[in-house]
């Protein structure tokens, strides 16, 4: 994973910790397989 892809994971991760919720528009899917690293038990992933 190239430091974009992990910049972008943690941003993500820490808004989801600051505000519980994150709308993340990806119009040409290129984050898909990132948006699935961050499903867990506490996240709900909507494609």
């Known amino acids: 994973m ?3 892809s992990q ?3 943690k ?3 820490t808004e989801l910790d600051r505000h519980g919720i994150v709308v993340w528009y990806d119009d ?3 984050f898909s397989d990132l ?3 961050l499903a867990d038990d506490r996240t709900k992933l909507i494609k």
């Open 28 to 30: 040409g899917i290129h």
């Open 2 to 4: 190239g430091p974009v």
């Open 7 to 9: 910049y972008v994971l």
């Open 11 to 13: 941003t993500v991760a």
């Open 35 to 37: 948006a699935d690293r």
